[in-house]
């Protein structure tokens, strides 16, 4: 397995850059239950980590050779139904970068993606994947001696580092990528615009016409979802309709008020 960096390393905030407590991974010995541990670019290794009751939950863990206990360890998130590569090999390239520099990091399949089966969680798809990065901290503290975590997600995976981060004071920082936004008019016609300046009116009009047939039968399911929800629980419940992606923000008030909390708590967030 090979690595090619290109291009500038990741700058990394002094807060995650804490020196002390290393421990020593001898060689290739797998931290792991895996059966062994591969060097792929100078002191990084890699190796296959599996988590929970049943090991059910799969991820790669990459690391420096000395595995620094008081610097957080990075958990990189699926982004949508993509497995833990990441989308364009992100997630690879982003771990080995991070790694060279010291840090831990795990790339995580989530029940019911990639090589993790469905965990037959009964809630939620967000509160499944809260329940299983909390059950991969849990193990990665006992077995690193790790108490500190950032939660890196592109998409739903910003979504879900999210929702752990609110549930759990062991992740004291977020990366999201694509987090919730409240689209305008003027950011819709601006897309529109951009659309017809790149592919031409009669493409353009052929996307339109698919865009309002979508956002159509979208906006009729919104509005149908919505009124239940509003009639449950009338003050949480989102104002907002589903963006392209199927993702509903939620209110801007709920938001408003879960942003406060992490600050509050002194998370540090970064937010694309």
């Not at 049943?54 to 050779?65: K, N, V």
């Not at 009116?201 to 509003?230: D, N, S």
């Amino acid at each position: 397995m090979r690595f090619h960096r290109q291009g500038k390393q990741p700058t990394v905030p002094p807060w995650m850059a804490a020196t002390s407590e290393t421990h020593q991974m001898n060689g290739a010995m797998p931290t792991f239950e895996s059966s062994s541990a591969e060097i792929v670019a100078g002191q990084v290794w890699e190796e296959v980590a599996r988590f929970g009751a049943e090991g059910q939950l799969l991820g790669i863990l990459t690391r420096p050779a000395q595995v620094v206990a008081t610097r957080p360890l990075v958990v990189l998130l699926n982004a949508g139904v993509l497995h833990r590569v990441g989308p364009h090999r992100l997630h690879v390239s982003l771990a080995r970068l991070l790694a060279e520099q010291g840090f831990t990091c795990l790339r995580l399949d989530l029940g019911g993606i990639g090589d993790s089966p469905a965990s037959g969680h009964t809630g939620t798809f967000m509160e499944s994947a809260v329940a299983d990065v909390r059950v991969v901290m849990n193990e990665l503290s006992h077995r690193l001696g790790i108490r500190q975590f950032v939660m890196f997600g592109l998409c739903s995976g910003a979504d879900n580092g999210f929702a752990a981060a609110l549930e759990d004071d062991r992740i004291v920082g977020v990366a999201l990528l694509d987090p919730h936004s409240y689209r305008t008019r003027q950011a819709q016609l601006r897309k529109l615009a951009q659309r017809f300046m790149k592919d031409g009116a009669k493409a353009t009009a052929r996307w339109g016409l698919a865009l309002v047939t979508t956002l159509a039968r979208e906006r009729i399911e919104a509005r149908i979802e919505a009124r239940i929800a509003r009639l449950r629980d009338p003050e949480h419940a989102s104002q907002e309709e589903p963006d392209s992606g199927g993702r509903r923000p939620p209110a801007k008030g709920v938001l408003r008020a879960d942003l406060t909390r992490l600050v509050n708590r002194g998370v540090k967030i970064l937010a694309v």
